[in-house]
């Protein structure tokens, strides 16, 4: 299976005060169509850096980037890769452009020329599916933090991106509206959609088919959340504190308490713990 993004030896680096920073330095990664896969690391580390550059939002300064065939640094490609890819930023405010959210949504539709006929139903399901169904005449600005990332969300899902771009956006959240994001996430995952997904939480990364840890503008290691999550002493060296499971399972190893097996979730702690004798 030919990988939906392919990047090799990725460079950049930001003028600061008339000095260069290197944001990413030699980066090198794969992603297959339909996978769910995150960018974990503390900030600072380079993961949004990377992210933008899947949709051209940083143009390519060294190395080579194919996504889904398009070579990200051919000027040609931009209208089509943009098409492709629908992204969703940390600020959802930044994402809109109407007071009135069914025309919000319906924005991009109309600015990639679909017929009107067809707008409104597509508005709509959009909406039903981020749980917003009824709120069609609301300005956007008036709902809750976690609504108007779902409604970002709707902006993005209902033009049927191939390539679903997701940057930090839970950092903003309380802990209800963050549920109610990651839950719509793992909707998308289980239809398959191709997901990639910024984030500092380790506990995002759980439900991921691909984790991704970077630090200093370097991919640090890669593999699935068992593998990597796993990982305390892996996780502290990046910066990053190791999911409460985890570190249960490294304390009560310590106070000669041995499980079978590291768990990775909260499930898996309780039976890890029955198994006890």
Known sequence: MNPIISGEHLRFAYEINGRLRQALDDVGLQIQSGSFSVLLGANGCGKTTLLK?????????SGSLQVAGFDV?????????????????????????????????????????????????????ALQFVG?????????????GGQKQRAALAGVLVLEPELILLDEVTSMLDPEGRRDVLQIINSLHEKKKTIV?????????????????????????????????????????????????????????????????????????????????
Do not use: W
């Open 197 to 277: 997904m910024v984030t500092h939480y380790v506990e995002e990364a759980l439900y991921a088919d691909h984790v991704f840890l970077m630090k200093d503008g370097h991919i640090t290691k890669s593999g699935t959340p068992r593998q990597i999550l796993t990982d305390k002493f892996c996780l502290e060296e990046n910066l990053l504190e190791p999911p409460l499971p985890v570190r249960m399972f490294y304390d009560l190893q310590q106070r000669g308490i041995r499980l079978t097996r590291c768990p990775l979730t909260d499930t898996e702690l309780v039976e890890q713990i029955c198994l006890l004798k």
């Open 132 to 144: 917003l169904a009824g709120y069609e005449k609301r300005a956007p600005y008036s709902l809750s």
């Open 73 to 125: 640094a051919d000027e040609k490609n931009l209208i089509q890769l943009r098409r492709m890819c629908g992204m969703v930023f940390q600020n959802p405010d930044n994402q809109f452009v109407s007071s009135v959210l069914e025309e919000d949504i319906a924005f991009g539709l109309r600015n990639f020329g679909f017929p009107e006929q067809v707008i409104a139903g597509k508005v709509s399901r």
């Open 53 to 61: 550059h899947f949709n051209a939002l940083l143009r390519l300064q």
